[in-house]
């Protein structure tokens, strides 16, 4: 669902976007980091905020990091 922000925002066009691993961190909603395979050998670290059900609101891209690895250790930052 944050396919698009992320393209738009990292002047990228990713024919593939798997999420491979994630960890959640819950605040006044849920913060999620995800690493996602965006090519064969290129990866990124996404966070992404989800706010909480009654706010009726989808996930939200908060920050990206580009230039990663499959064995890049998944940090939420």
Known sequence: QVKAAF???SNMNCRVFT???YKTQVVAGT???IK???SDAEYVHLKVFQS???ENQ???LVNFQ???TRDDPLICF
């Open 7 to 9: 393209e738009r925002r």
């Open 19 to 21: 999420a491979i691993e």
């Open 31 to 33: 913060m999620y980091c």
């Open 36 to 38: 996602v395979k965006v």
């Open 52 to 54: 909480l059900p009654y």
């Open 58 to 60: 989808g996930p939200s």
């Open 66 to 68: 580009t230039g990663k």
